[in-house]
């Protein structure tokens, strides 16, 4: 099986973002609108957009999450973000539903800058425990772009770490967009929040005080496994673990887009901790000129490595049975 651990719902009828609209003008003000969308309307557009290239690319399942740029944790306050994400994640439960056998939900957290992250417990209590979702993304930046939260390995967190844990749900690491003019969103923002939580990690103890906690850092890893021995050499400089014994709870994706990085990524971290994703339909959608593919066709990049079958059959399916223990259940279910 081929588990695609990184998927947006990109493509959700222009009816969604109309709502998100309507809710962000009436802050401030009640705001009881449901959100119309037909089941036909959703058929249209997966059968058309993730599920034709599934089976055009030869995926089985895609981990499946509302749009990471649309999360927008800084507009308004915690119950603009809580009806936001409860609408979204509604309506990823719909395409679950629709189609089990191509989609596993994993939700979008209520998060607002400055606000306690325990506030979020209780989406995801209902996300994973009432509707079967087996992960959610975290942000490690609510501010989107400016970093106001307390880092990620401050106790700040530890509540919602200890609800991942007691529900054995890991967390995906996933910005949203950049509010900050110096950082475009998908080719700075979103590479700088995966390598900062892993520069968090190297520094603390987080991993100590969770040995049960589980990421995965999407994005090829950020920079670190490109910069691997900066990072090694950081953590000897503070007198810190070698950043190896880090990747016992860390998965790093494969969403690279060429085949130089696809390979330094594997022969730098190993197949162990190497977890197959796209992230199609998503940041990057246009056509290779070099190659005639789609840059987020990212299994040819793994067929092409020099692999036992055994270490591909790890980055295609076994590390995600480990990073997302629901998963095999889920699986089995449908």
Known sequence: MIIDVHGHYTTAPAELRAWRQRQIAAIGSPFNEPLTISDDQLRQTLEAGQIKLQ????TDVTLFSPTAGGMEHHV???ETSLQWSRTVNDLIYRVCTLYPENFIPVCQLPQSPGVDPATCIEELERCVNQLGFVGCNLNPDPSDGYWTDPPMTNRYWYPLY???VELDVPAMIHVSGSCNPNFHGTGAHYINGDTTFFMQLILADLLKDFPALKFIIPHGGGAVPYHWGRYRGIAQDAGRPAPEELMRNVWFDTCVY???GVETLVEVMGPDNVIFASEMIGAVRGVDARTGRYFDDTKPYVDALNLSEADRGTIFEGN???????????????
């Open 55 to 58: 089976r055009d690319r030869g």
């Open 162 to 164: 200890e609800k991942l």
């Open 258 to 260: 060429h085949q130089k």
């Open 76 to 78: 308004g306050t915690f």
């Open 320 to 334: 995600a049975f480990k990073a997302y223990p629901r998963l095999a259940k889920k699986l089995a279910r449908q």
